[in-house]
């Protein structure tokens, strides 16, 4: 597995800094994902679930609009302010866990339209620059986010199991602050990188 992993170095900069982010946010995401699934049965109708999926599924659809409009620089930022609502919609759950259940669907549906959009021009960037690695990166893309959905929903299976729900998203909210902590640190990778 270590040996897999080491295999990111053989990619460029912008690659190796995509694969590093969707590792994590895949983790982090998907230490939520259960509990608001759950929460959801609970507390909200079959309508409005509904609703909420289509909502999430059209968001993709925004994505040219995103694509044109925006760089990569800047999509990284609206995700990084994403994924900081996230983590203060986890904070929400111990004040009113049908606030948090709608905060979270909100901002799944712009999560959904900026990440499709941030990976679209990060699929170009990679088509005209190296075309060689696009097929290894997608394999290993897929088998690495597969490990870390894995990886997260393990950690909330066993958690759940031994616990109740709040220590689980108590458990989200740290893992995903050291999280905003390394996203924020990668807050001027490519207006650095692409300086022209």
Do not use: C
Request: glycine share 4%.
């Amino acid at each position: 597995m270590i040996k897999k992993y080491k295999l990111i170095k053989t990619f460029d900069e912008v690659t190796q800094f995509r694969i590093t982010n969707a590792l994590l946010i895949m983790i982090g995401l998907h230490l939520i994902i259960p509990v608001l699934i759950d929460l959801r049965g609970e507390l909200l109708s079959t309508t409005f679930i509904s609703i909420i999926l289509i909502a999430t599924t059209l968001a993709v659809k925004s994505n040219k609009y995103f694509v044109e409009n925006y760089n990569l620089s800047e999509l990284y930022k609206i995700g990084v302010f994403i994924h900081f609502t996230l983590l203060i919609g986890g904070v929400v759950y111990f004040i009113n866990p049908l606030y948090f259940v709608i905060l979270e669907s909100v901002v799944s549906i712009l999560e959904m339209s900026i990440l499709s959009s941030y990976s679209i021009k990060l699929d170009v960037y990679q088509a005209k620059n190296y075309p060689k690695d696009v097929e290894s990166f997608k394999i290993f893309r897929n088998t690495s986010i597969a490990d870390a959905v894995l990886f997260g929903l393990s950690i909330v299976a066993v958690l759940s199991y031994f616990f109740d729900r709040d220590i689980t998203v108590f458990v989200f909210i740290l893992v995903n602050s050291f999280l905003s902590v390394y996203l924020f640190s990668g807050w001027n990778f490519y207006k650095n990188f692409f300086k022209d």
